[in-house]
Structure formats: C-alpha cells, structure tokens
C-alpha cells in the first residue's frame, strides 16, 4: 500500500498547486510545471513521462469536473507521489467512470478536445500504485505513486 512507502525517504522535493475548475485557459499548467521540477531533478524520462500524463489527467479532470482543486506533489528517491483533492460533486460510479471511453463531458469540454474518457484508466495504467476514492456532492480523491528503479 501507498503508506509503506510513505514512511522511509524524506522528500526531495514536495510542492502544492491550486487549480480553479472551469478555467480551461489554464488547463495544463500546474502539470507542465511539474514536468519542468521532475525533469530538472534528473529523473528517468519514463518517470517524467509517466507523472507528467498523469498530472495532466488529473488536472483536466478537476478544471473540467470539480469547482476547484489542489495538486499535492511528493518526491523522495524512491517514488514520486501526486495526490489530487478537489471540491466537486464527486463520481456516482467509480467503477463506470474508470472504464475507457466512458465520459460525462458536455459540449464545451469536448471543443476544446477534451473528454475522451480515457484519463481515469490512463491514470490508472501509467500508475505504480492508485487510489481513488470520491464522496457525492463532497468531491474526489486521487492518490497516484510512479515508483523510481534505483539502478544497482
Ligand atoms: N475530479 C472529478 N470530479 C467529478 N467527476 C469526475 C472527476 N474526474 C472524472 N470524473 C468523471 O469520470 C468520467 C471519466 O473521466 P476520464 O476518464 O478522465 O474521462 P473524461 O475526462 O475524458 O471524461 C468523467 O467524464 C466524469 O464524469
Ligand atoms: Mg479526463
């Protein structure tokens, strides 16, 4: 589980970021930011690419979904964890919302190119370890860990 690994390194690095749903001018930025950090810390490109997808996912996921949001980053030599926390109306159905393809985006979200429905399960898929969990009308809960291989 996540908290094991939680408890050994110190972080190298944590920040946090405020993402404001419904603004799409900004969709993305908290994520490329994040990218600049991972990248700058040297990290394995696989890592980088990885954390950064699912950033973005999660990220877009808050603009367009939940009234507002924050993005916890966490990285110790080991692993490099983002949690997502947003104030929203939550998902009736984790497991539904989690399929591929499957997406409640309106007609606004889908011009500007979004709503595929892919980014929960690419979440999913490109993490070492996730967790969601989401609360009706409270919002929802993303805890992602991309684990770092320290070569021998
Ligand atoms: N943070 C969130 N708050 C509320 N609902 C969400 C959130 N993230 C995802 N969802 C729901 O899960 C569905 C699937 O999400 P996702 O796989 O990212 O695809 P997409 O964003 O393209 O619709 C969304 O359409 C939405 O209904
Ligand atoms: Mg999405």
Do not use: W
């Amino acid at each position: 589980m996540i908290t094991v690994l939680d408890v050994h390194e110190k972080p190298i690095f944590e920040s946090s970021y405020t993402v404001q749903g419904g603004n799409f001018d900004e969709a993305g930025k908290v994520a490329s930011q994040i990218k600049v950090i991972l990248k700058k810390l040297g990290l394995q490109t696989d890592v980088v690419r990885k954390a950064a997808l699912v950033a973005y996912e999660s990220e877009i996921n808050i603009v367009s979904y939940a009234r507002k949001g924050t993005i916890n980053i966490s990285i110790t030599p080991q692993r490099v964890k983002i949690e997502t926390i947003d104030e929203g109306h939550g998902i009736p159905d984790i497991e539904l919302a989690m399929q591929e393809g499957y997406s409640t985006a309106d007609a606004k979200i889908r011009e500007m190119g979004f709503g595929a429905g892919m980014g929960l399960c690419n979440i999913k898929k490109f993490s070492d370890q996730f967790q969601i969990t989401s609360e009706i009308g409270i919002g929802t809960h993303l805890k992602m860990i991309i684990l770092i291989e320290n070569g021998a």
